[in-house]
Every structure is written in C-alpha cells, then in structure tokens.
C-alpha cells in the first residue's frame, strides 16, 4: 500500500511513448503531463469537469485529465494535443480549424480538438448534431461554437 | 488538497475489508468524476482512495431473455449507451445515460457511481456551508436560494437527487446486488434511496464497506415501452431541473401497467404512484395523462424559487408518457 507524502511509480505511454514518473497519489493526470511532463499544451481552467480545457484522449477516449488521478492512468494509453500535429505538419483538424476561423483567443483550442479527434475516431462521418454533442464538454467563450462545428465538419467532407 | 493514499483493491472482499476498517476514513473510487471533485471543495478527506477498476470482471454487461440484463457497477456510461441490447431492449436506459453531462464525463462515469453520486445542492458543494448533509445544523436552502432544490418530500434537507440513471433503472424495476462484510443482499432500487426525514447525511442505505456489485434489471415484456425524458436549463449539458422516466406495459391502445419515477423534484428518485394508479388498466389519452400528471404534483409545496417546478414536471411527465404510449402531442 502507498503511504501518504511517499510518491508511487507511475508507468503510462503518452503520445505513443511510454514513460515512467514519480507521482503523489493526490495529484491529477492533468498536473503531470503539465508540470512533470511539462505538457502544456494540454490547458487548465475550472478543474471540475465543466469547461474541457484539460481534455486528453485515454485509451482511445475523450476524458477530463482534472479528474483522472494520475495513478488512474496506470498503463494507459494517454494522447494530449502535442502528439496531434507538429507546427509544419498540421493535423486535418488544426488545419481545418485555421481555414475556417475557429480560433479567437486559443485556450480553449487544444481541448477541442481532442474531443473532436476522438469522435472523428469512432465516427468518422459525424452528422452535425454528433459535432454539437462531441463537443458537448468543451466551453469555448469567443467564438460562438459555429466557425468549430464548421471546421470539423469540413474536414468530415474530405 | 490533503493528503491521500491510493489502493488498488485485489477482489470485491479485499475493497470491502478495506473500505470497512479506519471508519470511514477510506472511499471507494470508481470513474472519481464526483468524488474528485468533493476533495477538491475540500469537505470530503479521505486518507484512503480505494480503487476498484483494479477488480477484473466488475464492468461487463450481459442480457439474456430469461435472466434479463445485468449491468457490472463499473460499466462506463458511454457503455451503456452503446451496448446493443440495451438499445434494444431497454432504450429508456440508454437515452438516460446519454442525457448524462458530456462524453468526457460519460467516458469516466461508471453506472455504479451514478446511482451512488452525491447531491449538486450548491450549499453542500461549498466547503463554507456546515449544511445537514455535512453533519452541520441548517440546510442553508431554506432562507437561501431554492430555485434546483425539491418540491416533494423535503426537508430537513432539500436536495433533489442528480441521477438520471437511476429514475430510469427504477421504472423498469431493477434491482441491486450489495456486497458488504456481512454478505450479499439484492434490494429492489424502490428500497435503495433513503429520504431526508430517515437520514439527511446520505442518499442511499449503503454502509460503510458496502458496495453495489451488480445492477440486475428484469426481462421486460415485450409490449414494454419506455422512455427517459429530461429537461435542463442548458441544452448542450446540464443536470435535470426535471425529469420523467417512464415504462409502460402496453396493450394495445390501453396501458396495463404504468411505471413512472421522476427525477429532480424529490430527494430520491420519486415514483409518481398516484399517476401510475391513473393511468393503469386505461387508454392513454391526453386528458388521462393530464389527470394523472395533476395527481403526481398534488402533494407538491415549493420553496421561495422553485414553483416552476410543478407546472415543468407537469409537462415533462404528460410528454414522456405520450411519447412511450406512441400517442401523438
Ligand atoms: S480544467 Fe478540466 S474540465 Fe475544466
Ligand atoms: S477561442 Fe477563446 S475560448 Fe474558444
């Protein structure tokens, strides 16, 4: 059994690597990949589970890394907005999000395009209501969700 | 946040006798998607997390005509809502989990943990409020903002429930499997939830060390239709300000038996047997349904903010009922 203050080993594979690092069973997947790993393309807003900021693909799911406990994370797979697309060679997503006007501000944009990855995974031909609900769990507060739900649903049509 | 140990349990009795020493001061994890957040509003403290998902075998689904379906306590939401036999065969319970927060949330959140979650009363979540839930003296609702709290069966506390799982399970009479130190006992979910007047501090009979291991719902007749109906304040995601879950046994145009549980008016999942009365052994007409929804809110007394809720349950309830009768609005 893990004793309090005493860190645990933690082995996961992260953006096709697998790595190994010490962490205290209180802290979230979302602080290691951010300060231990230091991730942080992955964002941190409310920490509760409300706005998506934080969202990274585990095992081939959507999840809110705020409330995964790293040790949760136990031999997974965990995919984060770094192992999308590099800067001179984009994801169709990022691309697509770049055309069509889907980025304000920013902060809300890695999170997003998490999510819709792992829609566009399982269901790579979305109708436009599927868009509405894979994104269901990302807050956006500049652009008023349209230009999104376009850009991922261009890339749908390619 | 305090300081916590994590334990990955072996097997269902290696949890149980964990969970069971150190009064209390141990929880069982699941998906976490509630209880994180708890520890971090600071009013939960646990020394001891133990996880369950370590436990093999505890998140299968399987469906058969004559034992019907059996749900594991740590089947995911978004399992649930894929699984085709429940689509099938039970499509209220799959469009309750749906209608569950996001997929993120639906991704981590286990079946088991949606019964099991705590209230969303923003009192209780707000470490500053020592409210009756957290063993203090006041429920903080009463002179304080009500517009989510209950209009049936409150007090001393005035939660609503947040599960939309559970109304729907509830109506298509599904039944616990509870392990604890003790042994195993299946309890009917109609017995599961525990009102304000019996115990304020929890929403369930759960005892300490106590876990759900599986969640059996019963074969249901074929003319069976159901449906879950739930009304949010945001569309894209919210908990119910209201909702219906309804299974009606059909024949024909009459109803031979009405099942209806409502959600986020009452401090447990509340079954409308007053409706159920009405509408059993009747054809289902809108006069009918309005009858019957009236009976549902008879007993009804809103606080200061809340009294939107009778007419909106109203409604919710006619709506659902229609809907699984196949009568057109
Ligand atoms: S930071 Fe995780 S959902 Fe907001
Ligand atoms: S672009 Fe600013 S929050 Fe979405």
């Known amino acids: ?99 069509n006007g889907a980025v304000q501000c920013g902060f809300c944009t890695p999170g ?46 390619k | ?64 005509g004559s034992a019907g379906l059996k749900i594991g306590p740590l089947a995911t939401l978004t399992e649930i809502t894929q699984n085709k036999d429940i689509k099938q065969k039970y499509p209220g319970l799959a469009e309750a989990a749906e209608s569950v ?11 088991g943990g949606n019964i099991c979650q705590r209230p969303r009363c923003w009192y209780y979540r707000g470490e500053e409020y020592p409210c009756i839930r957290k063993f203090g003296g006041t429920c903080f609702a009463v002179s304080g903002r ?11 506390c005035f939660i609503v429930h947040p599960s939309d799982v559970a109304p729907m399970l509830m109506a298509y009479r599904a039944r616990l499997a509870v392990k604890g130190r003790s042994g195993e006992k299946e309890v009917a979910m ?24 599986g969640i059996n719902v019963p074969p249901q007749p074929p003319n069976m239709a159901g449906c879950y109906l739930k009304f949010k304040e945001r569309e894209s995601r919210d908990f119910a300000l209201v909702s219906a879950a309804v299974a009606l046994e059909l024949d024909g145009e009459a109803c031979r038996q009405a099942s209806i549980v409502l959600g986020g008016v009452s401090p447990v999942p509340h079954r409308a047997v007053e409706a159920e009365q009405i509408l059993n052994g009747k054809a289902i007409t809108g006069e009918l349904v309005e009858k019957a929804a009236d009976a549902a809110l008879a007993d009804a007394s809103p606080m200061d903010e809340n009294e939107y809720k009778i007419p909106l349950t109203k409604t919710i309830l006619k709506r659902a009922v229609l809907r699984a009768a196949g009568v057109g609005v």
């Not at chain 1, 942080?40 to 509760?48: L, N, R, V």
């Not at chain 1, 399982?122 to 209501?129: F, L, T």
């Not at chain 1, 990302?138 to 376009?150: A, D, E």
């Not at chain 2, 517009?147 to 001393?156: E, Q, R, S, V, W």
Request: aromatic share 4%; glycine share 8%.
């Open chain 2, 1 to 64: 946040m305090k300081a916590f140990a994590y334990y990955n349990a072996k097997n269902l009795d290696d949890a149980i006798a964990v969970l069971s020493d150190g009064g209390g001061q141990s929880k069982a994890l699941a998906g976490g998607t509630d209880l994180l957040g708890e520890i971090k509003n600071r009013y939960v403290q646990p020394d001891r997390l133990v996880n369950l998902k370590s436990i093999r075998g505890l998140d299968k689904i399987s469906y058969s």
């Open chain 2, 190 to 213: 109609d017995d599961f939830f525990v009102l304000p007047t019996d115990d304020s501090t929890k929403e369930n009979i759960l005892q300490a060390g106590e876990l759900i291991t």
């Open chain 1, 1 to 99: 059994m893990t004793k309090d203050k005493n860190k645990t080993l933690l082995s996961m594979k992260v953006n096709g690597k697998p790595l190994e690092v010490m962490v205290n069973p209180t802290w979230t997947l979302l602080r290691v990949l951010r300060e231990e790993l230091r991730l942080t393309g992955t964002k941190k807003g409310c920490e509760q589970g409300d706005c998506g900021l934080c969202t990274v693909i585990l095992d081939g799911k959507a999840v809110n890394a705020c409330l995964v406990l790293a040790l949760q994370a136990e031999s997974k797979e965990i995919e984060t907005i770094e192992g999308l697309g590099k800067e001179d060679n984009l994801h169709p997503l990022q691309k697509s999000f770049i055309e």
């Open chain 2, 146 to 156: 009500n517009k989510y709290h209950c209009i049936l069966n409150g007090g001393p």
């Open chain 2, 101 to 111: 927060s996001s997929p993120q949330l639906r991704n981590m959140g286990t079946i």
């Open chain 1, 112 to 157: 997003i395009l998490m999510s819709a990855e792992a829609l566009l995974r399982k269901n790579p031909k979305p109708s436009v209501d599927e868009i509405r609900i894979g994104i269901s769990g990302n807050l956006c507060r500049c652009t008023g969700y349209s230009k999104i739900i376009k850009a991922i649903n261009a890339v749908t049509k």
